[in-house]
């Protein structure tokens, strides 16, 4: 892209210009945040079991002390030898947040379907502290739609983010949120997928604001995982 070079009263008319477009983006994003929390809910029956350095716990149980759980869906299939750079993007974000999000009542956990061990080994290189654990041997990741079976992927397209996707894989990235009220009963309030799980890369809300921008050749074709820049 070419720019001008302007006076400086001229760079503050476009700035102000710009200025009503950033709000009516501030009001429109607080209208969606309304509308999200007015979804309804729906109860989770099954009872889900993950496998955590403290041993089995249910989907309950994640929650620890609070009310609220948020999941990252972390791309990481059994036998891989290192997570979706993507989702190790997403989850470099993670620890910053965490003190902030427990304090005010939110549990947040990643999920992958590869087991514990493999996930440990990844975590440990990455140097995370949050929680991470194993879906393997459950239906979660199946029935949240980040996974699919290999008929599925056969077809030519799988059913994500909320409609058919002609981009296939077995493993795909989300975000789920959860509640649990006083009787301790769970339910599913919101997941996002796609470019959805955005929300989670401080990284680009910065780079948004740079005279470069993303400045990306192809999708995320310029990321590594944080041990792998030269």
Not at 52 to 79: C, I
Not at 110 to 138: D, H
Request: hydrophobic fraction near 40%.
């Amino acid at each position: 892209m070419q720019h001008t070079v302007v006076s400086s009263d001229e760079w503050l008319a476009a700035r102000r210009d710009l200025l009503k477009a950033e709000k009516e983006l501030t009001h429109l994003r607080d209208k969606v945040a309304r509308e999200r929390l007015a979804l309804p809910w729906v109860r989770v029956e099954k009872d889900y079991v993950f496998d955590t350095p403290d041993g089995p716990r249910t989907l309950a149980e994640l929650f620890e002390d609070r009310s609220q759980l948020l999941v990252q869906h972390f791309m990481f299939a059994p036998g891989w030898k290192e997570g979706c750079p993507s989702c190790s993007f997403m989850a470099d974000h993670t620890d910053g947040m965490n003190m902030h999000l427990a304090h005010h009542d939110v549990t947040m956990v990643a999920v992958s379907r590869a087991p514990l061990a493999e996930i440990e080994r990844y975590r440990k290189r990455m140097g995370w502290q949050f929680k991470w654990v194993s879906s393997n041997g459950s239906p979660f990741n199946y029935d949240f739609r980040v996974t699919f079976t290999p008929q599925e992927v056969a077809s030519g397209h799988i059913d994500y983010n909320f409609g058919q996707w002609n981009e296939t894989g077995e493993e795909w990235p989300g975000l789920s949120a959860f509640f649990k009220d006083e009787a301790g009963d769970v339910f599913h309030t919101y997941s996002t997928f796609g470019r959805g799980v955005e929300v989670m890369m401080g990284t680009y809300a910065m780079l948004d604001l740079m005279p470069k921008g993303r400045n990306e050749a192809e999708g995320m074709d310029w990321l590594r995982r944080h041990d792998q820049y030269a």
